[in-house]
């Protein structure tokens, strides 16, 4: 093997080295379509959202919802509204609601989760993380 030869292994190995992580994160977390953290609720304590200000205006009619802070809030109708992770389990994509279809979908790889957070469909095979939400007024309290 003479240094040419040499020099050619060497510098397609080391291209193969730089374009390998790219390649192998292009399924990494999207950003958080409501502002918060994609990469789930780190809040110490409750989230509170007013659901009469400009912000979570889409919670005020039944079908819904918003993604604050890692968490999917949506208005089911009928007063109740439902808080799960935004996180898919599969790849960590936010995930979205289809009122039409009364189900969560993650646009990344086509998970689908009922609004209890279980696994309708797949790739993902773990339930989103499922929280507490309680009404006072036009306040939500998210126990997470």
Known sequence: ???????KAFLSGGTVLLVAPA?????ETQDDPGGGNPGGNNNSGPLTIDITSTEFAALASAGGYVVKSGIIIINTGGDTFVALSAIC???GCVVGYNSSAGNIQCGCHGSVFSTAGAVLNGPASTPLAKYSVSKAGNILTINT
Request: glycine letters at 0%; hydrophobic letters at 35%; aromatic letters at 0%.
């Open 23 to 27: 390649l192998l994160t292009s399924c």
């Open 89 to 91: 389990t599969h790849q």
């Open 1 to 7: 093997m003479n240094r040419r030869d040499i020099l």
